[in-house]
């Protein structure tokens, strides 16, 4: 999705593990990260890349939109919070105002389309 939308994908991770270095590695403009993986989860990898990057980007998405979930990832330092399945639109928003601001305010927002058939 985000190629669809002009971006471009410079890395991916199949858990929290694996992001943490894969950011040190490529340090991307954006981070989409998933609140449940393997090894660690998306929010204390937040915390942990956050850590030895403050001005590291995170956009936390999730199938499981429960508010505690939302907060805490927003807690852990993730700028929005997006829940599958995600509207393009609402991804190409978040992804927006994220390069504009720098790091801005906290938010969520949650999108409810449904997946595409695969």
Do not use: W
């Amino acid at each position: 999705m985000v190629e669809t939308l002009g971006g471009e994908v410079t890395a991916e991770a199949t858990d929290g593990l694996m992001a943490i270095h894969e950011y040190g590695r490529v340090q991307p403009d954006i981070v989409l990260m998933d609140i449940i993986m393997p090894k660690m989860g998306g929010i204390e990898a937040t915390r942990r890349i956050l850590r030895q990057y403050p001005k590291a980007r995170i956009l936390m998405i999730s199938s499981v939109g429960y508010q505690e979930n939302i907060s805490a990832a927003l807690q852990s330092g993730a700028q929005h919070f997006l829940q599958k399945p995600i509207k393009p639109e609402a991804l190409c928003e978040a992804i927006q105002l994220m390069l504009a601001a720098g790091r801005p305010p906290v938010s969520a927002a949650t999108a409810t389309t449904p997946a595409p058939a695969k």
